[in-house]
């Protein structure tokens, strides 16, 4: 064999499969518990006073209160770190207090963001009414106007937030390009990947900086229990400039510490624990945390069987007579579907929005007669959900907000379980059966 | 904090406490393409007890300006120039891999200066594997992946940091992307496969030197920690077992005690 053809040392660093089934995790430091223990406890003993005072100094690793870590909390916000190729991690009780928690160790009163208008309905309203009264404003940018990021950064602009596959219409935005544009003004670009999941996408290796998950949702898979996280890239430099003095000058609460100069690729995480964990408190139990645990061990083969059955159903979308739109990122019209492709190699997710014909009235007939899909408030399930955005996760939009956002009266969004695809096609033909009755009554 | 040595601005982490030139100074150098923040989980602990503390950004790595140095014997001539620089007549030193071939080296030739030595993952010679090197010196970011690779032990490629939430194997290989790779990798990477005089430094060696080992070490295996630790007068030896190279963030407080063990009583804090 020439030296051209020399096939030089692999890293042989565990692979995605392995590390969601063992990352973050020692047996033999853990009375050689296979599984990882649920240490359901609220605080944990100092060796002696000097310990104590190395723990609350930061000078060593460890566990004080549950509030701020907890060791099986601890190997899930591994995990997901090493999953998504981040530095750190931090979990919470849920996914809006990841993204809170981030907002809050990034921005101070007078600060500014720039934010994707296509979000989930609650994000929408934390960052249109409730941010405002801690005095952090936000500009809403439609996800697939690039440029009209680039437009919105202020002088006092702290970030560029998004959902990577806005919800529920789809849109995408085009991260890579939107991280150039953040980074060119100094600036971080945080994205919620909660609709990918790290084995659909890695944001970190588009240019995000920060990555937001509600754990709730694909990544726990079952339905059982409400979890968030924030996972640091490591990557964004806090020094470059002088927009982030909370990251890089002395902090009073830690003896003058600067977060950045300390801990650097994993300051931002350490601040949001030291700060934000201690004076907020969102916190992950332990319970849900392992439940978490059990879904990611699976999360690859589920991913599969999302991903074959949404595509399977696009396409029985697509040619059924009731349906006036479909919008997936596998549809080759799809305004996204050359960037879906780059950004999602491994699948485009199990989030369907469809038009259905005969509009609100419709829709509403075809959530009340389904009955094998759930019609309820979440997505990313093992069983295939359904819910009628304007009427439900998006109900507290007023109508120019809801066009905004690219909601439709007629739109119904599908989040594809992993049951067998012909019990749910068959599902929806009743439920199309019955949301074509009232047309045909009224046609009469 | 920041200084100037030999005309450049270089970055140390002071453990978070501000430096307080009445207390003694502990000077911790880093391994090959890293930076001062793999101290962290040593550095801040002899800060808040009575020390003062440099974990150093080489020239060129991490915070500090200027370019990186090309051998061994000038980054230990600089360390001597870091002391000098701060006001200090002397320092205890730390070094981790390639840190310990640089303090070694300065502490053979600085033995006024040099009051207590401590080595992780040492070794009296540090050979590169040639492909390692050459990626490393094309800039190529496989080489940090290799290296965090080989670096890390069985256990601690499945991570369990000391710091909730931290992931050692993407931490450490960020620190190392910190910089351009060639710059910083690659040249510290040459300096360490030229470096041929660490045995012969050892053997000059006066004072109290203590070698932290690990089982799992592929990259400063223990019998070659071993061999060189021979070579040092009254050398104490500490192998920790499960770990591999990165000790100081694998066994983070097992290294700490070891640590704390022998610099306070060889070198206490007023």
């Given at each position: 064999?020439?030296?051209?053809?020399?096939?030089?040392p692999?890293?042989?660093?565990?692979?995605?499969?392995?590390?969601?089934l063992?990352?973050?995790?020692?047996?033999?430091?853990?009375?050689?518990?296979?599984?990882v223990?649920?240490?359901?406890?609220?605080?944990?003993?100092?060796?002696?006073?000097?310990?104590?005072?190395?723990?609350?100094?930061?000078e060593?690793?460890?566990?004080?209160?549950?509030?701020?870590?907890?060791?099986?909390?601890?190997?899930?916000?591994?995990?997901?770190?090493?999953?998504?190729?981040?530095?750190?991690?931090?979990?919470?009780s849920?996914?809006?207090?990841?993204?809170?928690?981030?907002?809050?160790?990034?921005?101070?009163?007078?600060?500014h963001?720039?934010?994707?208008?296509?979000?989930?309905?609650?994000?929408?309203?934390?960052f249109?009414?409730?941010?405002?009264?801690f005095?952090?404003?936000?500009?809403?940018?439609k996800?697939?106007?690039?440029?009209?990021?680039?437009?919105?950064?202020?002088?006092?602009?702290?970030?560029?937030?998004?959902?990577?596959?806005?919800?529920?219409?789809?849109?995408?935005?085009?991260m890579?390009?939107?991280?150039?544009?953040?980074?060119?003004?100094?600036?971080p670009?945080?994205?919620?990947?909660?609709?990918?999941?790290?084995?659909?996408?890695?944001?970190?290796?588009?240019?995000?900086?920060?990555?937001?998950?509600s754990?709730?949702?694909?990544m726990?898979?079952?339905?059982?229990?409400?979890?968030?996280?924030?996972?640091?890239?490591?990557?964004?430099?806090?020094?470059?400039?002088?927009?982030?003095?909370?990251?890089?000058?002395?902090?009073e609460?830690?003896?003058?510490?600067?977060?950045?100069?300390e801990f650097?690729?994993?300051?931002?995480?350490?601040?949001?624990r030291?700060e934000?964990?201690?004076?907020?408190?969102?916190?992950?139990?332990?319970?849900?945390a392992?439940?978490?645990?059990?879904g990611?061990?699976?999360?690859?083969?589920?991913m599969?069987?999302?991903?074959?059955?949404?595509?399977?159903?696009?396409?029985?979308?697509?040619?059924?007579e009731?349906v006036?739109?479909?919008?997936?990122?596998s549809?080759?019209?799809?305004p996204?579907?050359?960037?879906?492709?780059?950004?999602?190699?491994?699948?485009?997710?199990?989030?369907?929005?469809?038009?259905?014909?005969?509009?609100?009235?419709a829709?509403?007939?075809?959530?009340?007669?389904?009955?094998?899909?759930?019609?309820?408030?979440?997505?990313?399930d093992?069983?295939?959900?359904?819910?009628?955005?304007?009427?439900?996760?998006?109900?507290?939009m007023?109508?120019a907000?809801?066009?905004?956002?690219?909601?439709?009266?007629?739109?119904?969004?599908?989040?594809v379980?992993?049951?067998?695809?012909?019990?749910?096609k068959?599902?929806?033909?009743?439920?199309?059966?019955a949301?074509?009755?009232?047309?045909?009554?009224?046609?009469q | 904090?920041?200084?100037?040595?030999?005309?450049?601005?270089?970055?140390?982490?002071?453990?978070?406490?501000?430096f307080?030139?009445n207390?003694p100074?502990?000077?911790?150098?880093?391994?090959?393409?890293?930076?001062?923040?793999?101290?962290?989980?040593?550095?801040?602990?002899?800060?808040?007890?009575?020390?003062?503390?440099?974990?150093?950004?080489?020239?060129?790595?991490?915070?500090?300006?200027?370019?990186?140095?090309?051998?061994i014997?000038?980054?230990?001539?600089w360390?001597?120039?870091?002391?000098?620089?701060?006001?200090?007549?002397?320092?205890?030193?730390?070094?981790?891999?390639q840190?310990?071939?640089?303090?070694?080296?300065c502490?053979?030739?600085y033995?006024?200066?040099?009051?207590?030595?401590?080595?992780?993952?040492?070794?009296?010679?540090?050979?590169?594997?040639?492909d390692?090197?050459?990626?490393?010196?094309?800039?190529?970011?496989?080489?940090v992946?290799?290296?965090?690779?080989?670096?890390?032990?069985p256990?601690?490629?499945?991570g369990?940091?000391p710091?909730?939430g931290?992931?050692?194997?993407?931490?450490?290989?960020?620190?190392?992307?910190?910089?351009?790779?060639k710059?910083?990798?690659?040249?510290?990477?040459?300096?360490?496969?030229?470096?041929?005089?660490?045995?012969?430094?050892?053997?000059?060696?006066?004072?109290?030197?203590?070698?932290?080992l690990a089982?799992d070490?592929?990259?400063?295996?223990?019998?070659e920690?071993?061999?060189?630790?021979d070579?040092?007068?009254?050398?104490?030896v500490?192998?920790?077992?499960?770990?591999?190279?990165?000790?100081?963030?694998?066994?983070?407080?097992?290294?700490l005690?070891?640590?704390?063990?022998?610099?306070?009583?060889?070198?206490?804090?007023?």
């Amino acid at each position: 064999m020439s030296d051209k053809n020399k096939k030089g040392p692999e890293s042989k660093t565990y692979k995605f499969d392995t590390l969601s089934l063992h990352a973050g995790y020692q047996p033999h430091k853990n009375a050689g518990s296979r599984q990882v223990p649920i240490y359901q406890t609220t605080s944990y003993l100092f060796d002696d006073v000097d310990h104590a005072a190395a723990l609350f100094n930061l000078e060593r690793g460890g566990h004080i209160y549950s509030r701020i870590s907890n060791p099986t909390v601890g190997v899930l916000e591994e995990r997901v770190a090493s999953l998504e190729g981040g530095t750190a991690a931090l979990a919470t009780s849920s996914g809006m207090s990841a993204i809170f928690l981030t907002v809050m160790t990034l921005c101070e009163a007078g600060d500014h963001l720039v934010v994707s208008s296509q979000l989930y309905g609650g994000t929408v309203n934390l960052f249109r009414l409730t941010l405002p009264k801690f005095g952090i404003k936000c500009t809403f940018v439609k996800p697939r106007d690039t440029e009209g990021f680039k437009k919105a950064i202020q002088k006092n602009t702290k970030g560029i937030f998004g959902e990577l596959v806005g919800n529920p219409g789809n849109e995408l935005m085009n991260m890579p390009e939107i991280s150039k544009i953040a980074h060119d003004a100094g600036i971080p670009l945080i994205v919620d990947a909660t609709y990918q999941t790290p084995y659909l996408c890695k944001p970190f290796e588009h240019g995000a900086d920060i990555v937001v998950h509600s754990l709730t949702k694909w990544m726990a898979g079952h339905g059982s229990s409400m979890a968030g996280i924030l996972i640091e890239g490591g990557n964004f430099d806090w020094m470059q400039n002088d927009k982030f003095p909370t990251m890089t000058k002395p902090y009073e609460g830690y003896h003058g510490l600067s977060f950045a100069e300390e801990f650097g690729p994993t300051a931002f995480t350490m601040k949001a624990r030291a700060e934000g964990m201690r004076d907020f408190g969102p916190c992950l139990s332990p319970q849900n945390a392992w439940n978490v645990l059990q879904g990611i061990e699976t999360l690859s083969v589920r991913m599969k069987k999302h991903c074959s059955n949404a595509e399977e159903m696009v396409k029985y979308l697509l040619n059924h007579e009731s349906v006036a739109w479909v919008s997936h990122p596998s549809v080759p019209d799809h305004p996204d579907h050359a960037l879906a492709k780059k950004l999602l190699p491994n699948g485009r997710g199990s989030m369907i929005a469809f038009g259905i014909k005969g509009g609100k009235d419709a829709g509403v007939a075809f959530i009340n007669n389904v009955k094998l899909a759930s019609h309820l408030a979440n997505v990313g399930d093992t069983r295939t959900l359904v819910i009628h955005p304007a009427s439900g996760t998006h109900s507290q939009m007023d109508e120019a907000t809801l066009k905004f956002a690219g909601l439709s009266h007629d739109m119904i969004r599908l989040s594809v379980g992993i049951e067998d695809i012909d019990d749910i096609k068959n599902d929806f033909e009743i439920g199309f059966r019955a949301a074509r009755k009232p047309r045909l009554v009224s046609n009469q | 904090m920041k200084f100037k040595v030999n005309g450049d601005e270089i970055f140390a982490s002071t453990g978070g406490r501000p430096f307080d030139k009445n207390k003694p100074l502990i000077i911790f150098v880093h391994g090959s393409g890293l930076t001062h923040m793999t101290w962290v989980l040593q550095t801040r602990y002899f800060a808040f007890h009575g020390y003062s503390v440099l974990a150093l950004d080489l020239p060129g790595h991490g915070l500090s300006k200027g370019k990186s140095l090309k051998t061994i014997e000038d980054m230990a001539d600089w360390i001597s120039s870091v002391i000098d620089a701060v006001g200090y007549q002397e320092a205890s030193l730390v070094g981790h891999s390639q840190g310990c071939l640089v303090t070694i080296e300065c502490t053979a030739r600085y033995p006024d200066k040099i009051k207590t030595l401590s080595l992780m993952g040492g070794a009296g010679a540090i050979p590169m594997n040639p492909d390692l090197l050459a990626l490393a010196e094309n800039g190529d970011p496989k080489a940090v992946d290799l290296m965090m690779d080989w670096a890390h032990g069985p256990a601690g490629h499945f991570g369990g940091h000391p710091v909730p939430g931290l992931y050692h194997i993407n931490t450490g290989g960020m620190l190392a992307k910190s910089r351009t790779i060639k710059d910083t990798l690659g040249v510290d990477f040459r300096a360490c496969d030229n470096y041929k005089n660490g045995f012969e430094a050892a053997k000059k060696i006066k004072i109290p030197t203590l070698s932290i080992l690990a089982t799992d070490d592929k990259m400063c295996p223990v019998k070659e920690g071993k061999k060189l630790a021979d070579l040092i007068e009254g050398s104490k030896v500490d192998i920790i077992d499960n770990c591999g190279h990165m000790m100081l963030l694998e066994e983070a407080d097992r290294v700490l005690k070891v640590l704390k063990n022998f610099i306070t009583a060889n070198f206490p804090a007023k």
